[in-house]
């Protein structure tokens, strides 16, 4: 009878740690996915735009708006989303509103 209720303690910890542990990832999907996100634009930008364009300080800036609150998260998901499968001059042209807040 107590290592039934030794066990059960056990397993309810283990269950516990697990919970914490699939939070934690869940939680900084949200950081990979920006820092995906804003890896893209910014070096979308660099290509089409300006090569010597400063990606690492764009990457910044975007990581940052990305990070700060769910509007910025949502701002740079749609540039992104806008410059898939665009070519240079129909990204400049399709993309400006949805990436001004993102890169110059």
Same mark, same amino acid.
């Given at each position: 009878?107590?290592?039934? +209720? ?33 890896? +893209?634009?910014?070096? &979308? *930008? ?6 010597? *364009? ?10 940052? &708006? ?11 998901? &749609? #540039? ?14 399709? #993309?400006?509103?949805?990436?001004a807040s993102?890169?110059?």
């Open positions: 009878m107590i290592k039934l +209720t030794l066990a059960s303690a056990q397993a309810r910890v283990t269950i516990v740690a697990a919970a914490f542990a699939c939070a934690g990832l869940l939680g900084g999907c949200g950081a990979i996915d920006n820092a995906f996100d804003c890896n +893209t634009v910014c070096n &979308r *930008y660099r290509d089409c735009v300006d090569s010597a *364009y400063d990606t690492a300080a764009c990457r910044t800036r975007c990581d940052a &708006r990305g990070n700060g609150s769910a509007d910025g998260r949502s701002a740079v998901n &749609r #540039c992104e989303a806008c410059l898939n499968g665009m070519s240079c001059v129909g990204s400049a042209f399709q #993309c400006s509103v949805q990436c993102i890169v110059p």
